[in-house]
């Protein structure tokens, strides 16, 4: 970090990669995985899309010649789309990392999701409306194909579909469960293992105490409702010790020591 001007007093500043660091850090591990389709969707614009065959003039021979074209060589309305989607998918994102809380209608989930079966039609269009071929200096293209950096393209495309769903059902689970939405997803409960019960380990606070209690009249075998309860007072959070229970002991009649 360095010190930004206006005397020593001043906040110091961090520069760009220690913020993408940190925002990468604080994301959720779905959030992490559309950052990272996001990003292959951009690596693919400078992969070869699109290949070129026609003649050229060597001499008084004419001979075969072939060239590649990236998603950048033939730009037009489709890779336009490519660009900004995932420019603004990542941003979206690094924005989520550094803390800032906005609403989207659809959420950020429903957003990736929308966004991404887009790209990956547009994408799908772009293997057939190819460039037109041309006169390129001594070469006459006489044809036009797709090639396999295209392909890429459209699985990093459907690739952010699926994990814009895998986040919105998430935030549809939050939803239900109260948490709100907008934010990192919430640790979900669990059981109490055996072992926490009984004091034998530390307990989280996203654990729940949960007895299964015995079906009700009229009730189908499995759909019997469980009763969720925090753990049983006075135990702690390693519960009862060894050393806090008290022997119980019983005496006999003083008949029974006689010989």
């Known amino acids: 970090m360095t010190e ?18 940190r925002a990468s850090r604080a994301l959720a591990r779905e959030q992490r995985v559309a950052a990272l389709a996001a990003l292959s969707l951009f690596i693919t614009m400078f992969l070869p899309w699109y290949t070129e065959s026609g003649l050229a003039l ?9 060239i590649t074209l990236s998603a950048w060589n033939a730009f037009g309305l489709v890779q336009v789309f490519v660009l900004l989607i995932s420019i ?15 609403k989207l209608p659809g959420g ?3 957003n990736l999701l ?8 547009l994408v799908f269009y772009g293997m057939f409306d190819k460039p037109s071929g041309g006169s390129l200096g001594k070469v006459a293209a006489i044809s036009t194909g797709v090639s396999w950096g295209i392909f890429l393209a459209l699985f990093a495309a459907i690739w952010l579909a699926s994990t814009g769903l895998a986040m919105r059902r998430g935030e549809q689970a939050q939803a239900g469960d109260g948490g709100g939405g907008g934010g990192l997803p919430s640790r979900p409960e669990r ?12 307990v989280p606070e996203s654990a729940r105490w949960v007895e299964p209690t015995s079906p009700g009249f009229g009730d189908r075998p499995g759909e019997s409702q469980a009763v969720r309860r925090d753990p049983p007072p006075g ?8 050393e806090d229970a008290t022997q119980l002991s019983l005496e006999l009649p003083h008949d029974h020591y006689d010989a």
């Open 4 to 21: 930004s001007a206006g005397g020593p007093g001043a906040k110091p500043t961090t520069s760009a990669p220690v913020r993408v660091y």
């Open 235 to 242: 135990r702690g959070e390693r519960g009862l010790r060894r």
């Open 58 to 66: 060597a001499g008084n021979k004419l001979a075969s010649n072939g």
């Open 191 to 202: 059981r109490l293992t055996r072992r926490e019960r009984v004091g034998g380990g530390e």
């Open 88 to 102: 603004g998918v990542l941003a979206l994102l690094f924005a989520r990392g550094e803390g800032r809380t906005f």
């Open 114 to 121: 929308v966004f991404g079966g887009f790209t990956a039609i």
């Open 108 to 110: 950020d989930g429903g």
